[in-house]
């Protein structure tokens, strides 16, 4: 586990996630060691609101290197996640119903997670609460079902989508 700091910036994670997708092995690799996850967490205790990133040992470097190309003068530093034991601890597991992805708009007004890190921000003294979200490179099969998801979602079907300039479901 890791306690990532950065300076404000405005740039978006989605270059980083991106990145991530070199953490990808090869499908041999993958069938004989399986595909380690990346897990990102904001993690809240006494007010205030951290980043945390669980990076399996072999990618640290690789993840390291990409979180300094999207926020220069970021500091990665190992953290010990036992000082934040909890007396008293409730987990929930979301998952995506139908599909394994979701289209996601990537361009914002305005800071997407600040509500987010606002309620953060105020839970009690003495409660600790963290929002994790697991994430694993796949192969690149998965995006034509996901540019069809979201043509479905935006009303672009087959012969239209054609006509307006995208390659048809």
Known sequence: LYAVAAPPSKESAESFFVGVHGMLRSPLERLLRGQPPIAVELAARDGEVHLQLWIPDEDRELVTTLLRGTYPGVVVTPTDRSSHAAAERRVACLRLRDDHFLPLRTTFDAEPLAPLVAALA????????????????????????????????????????ARAGRRPA
């Open 122 to 161: 105020a839970v009690g003294a003495g409660c600790a609460v963290t929002l994790q979200v697991v994430a694993r490179p796949r192969s690149d099969g998965w995006q034509t079902a996901a540019r069809r998801r979201a043509e479905n979602l935006r009303g672009v079907r087959g012969h239209d989508s």
